[in-house]
């Protein structure tokens, strides 16, 4: 059996390709794919088993060593005192995710100032909790990223750390690396600041509450109206803003499929992307001005432009993605053409991608 499923997974590429082709031949088989029906039969594998898994070594699993960790953190890493953390509790503070998110990383704030308006950004100290080389750091970089599939979840870290101490998560206190922009009445940055906080989180909103309060409500039209003004300076500066339909595929409890097209501009989308965007720049900037080394994203210009700005048709859209140059890792910052930003990092779900645990430990470097 062990010889027969790496030939189906790897065919040629499996170290007992030879021997498996053999067995096959004697055995009558002569299409590869009843292979799969033989495993199932055998109660091996289940009708919907996802092979990718399998082929691609994806572990679905964790280590007896990282679950005693995990347990041991659970106890002892929240409990840790730390001075230096700047007490924002008292912050109206809010989450805007998906109905099915269950792990919170990034939160947002906004107060009115008069003559001024003060953005936070306020994303989840997962170093706080997993220390850079520990048994769950080091599967966590074996993985890189949490995987969403229509059927399951395999998360990057331990579902105790990434939907319990990791997860901001209403009404609850919880370690933070907040970015503060000071921003003028018309959104222009004037400033920010980033350093290490103690966050709670007011509210937690879907999508779909946030679109719904999008007029009414004074605190998510602000947050709104500069989304929509920092998206507009990107555009000006030479950003590629492609607007395609989201495709969303997934089983429900009953095994039925479930197929959803989602707004990807709606108030509520727009206001977290731009934001983020405007969060993981900054983060950026930061790390330029620390001398701290990153891992920045750039993008050379496109090879072709369809349409300026976002006035493009689903046809142009669809056929500008053609024409972009890759994005580049460096550990050197350039201009990032597709954004319109001179510098870019990925900082703000460090939960979910090792990429941004890895930045947002750079930043913890210079206020942690």
Same mark, same amino acid.
């Given at each position: 059996v062990t010889i027969l499923k790496s030939y189906y997974l790897f065919e040629k590429e499996s170290i007992h390709a030879e021997l498996g082709r053999a067995i096959m031949a004697r055995a009558g088989i002569g299409d590869l794919e009843k292979l799969f029906q033989v495993f199932v039969n055998l109660g091996i594998w289940d009708p919907n088993e996802n092979i990718d898994l399998h082929r691609y070594e994806v572990p679905t699993e964790f280590s007896e060593e990282a679950m005693t960790l995990t347990r041991r953190l659970l106890t002892s890493a929240a409990a840790r005192p730390d001075p230096k953390r700047r007490d924002l509790t008292d912050l109206r503070m809010i989450t805007i995710d998906g109905q099915s998110t269950l792990d919170f990383d990034d939160a947002l704030s906004i107060e009115d100032h008069g003559d001024y308006l003060l953005l936070g950004v306020h994303i989840a100290d997962v170093g706080h909790f997993v220390e850079e080389g520990c048994t769950i750091d080091r599967e966590a970089v074996q993985r890189g990223s949490s995987i969403y599939m229509p059927d399951r979840r395999i998360p990057? #870290? @331990?579902p105790e750390l990434a939907e319990g101490q990791c997860s901001l998560k209403v009404g609850e206190v919880r370690p933070g690396i907040s970015t503060m922009i000071r921003l003028s009445r018309n959104a222009d940055i004037e400033g920010y600041e980033v350093f290490p906080s103690i966050v709670r989180v007011t509210d937690q909103l879907t999508y779909y509450d946030a679109n719904l309060a999008a007029e009414g409500n004074k605190e998510i039209a602000a947050l709104a109206g500069i989304a929509r003004k920092f998206r507009q300076r990107r555009l000006e500066e030479g950003a590629i803003h492609i607007s #395609? @339909?989201? !495709? %969303? !595929?997934w089983i429900d409890e009953t095994g039925e499929l479930i197929v959803n097209k989602t707004n990807r501009e709606s108030p509520a989308r727009l206001l977290v992307s731009e934001i983020m965007i405007m969060a993981n720049w900054l983060m950026a900037e930061f790390l330029i001005r620390h001398g701290l080394p990153a891992i920045y994203r750039s993008q050379a210009d496109p090879r072709e432009r369809l349409f300026k700005e %976002?006035?493009? &048709? /689903?046809?142009? %859209?669809w056929m500008q993605?053609?024409? /972009?140059?890759r994005f580049m890792l460096s550990p050197h910052p350039e201009r990032h053409s597709g954004l319109g930003l001179n510098a870019y990092v &990925?900082? &703000?779900s460090p939960i979910r991608k090792y990429f941004d645990l !890895? &930045?947002?430990r750079q930043d913890r470097k210079s206020v942690v």
């Open positions: 990057m #870290l @331990p #395609l @339909p989201e !495709v %969303n !595929v %976002n006035g493009g &048709t /689903l046809y142009q %859209n993605r053609k024409f /972009l140059s &990925t900082a &703000t !890895v &930045t947002q």
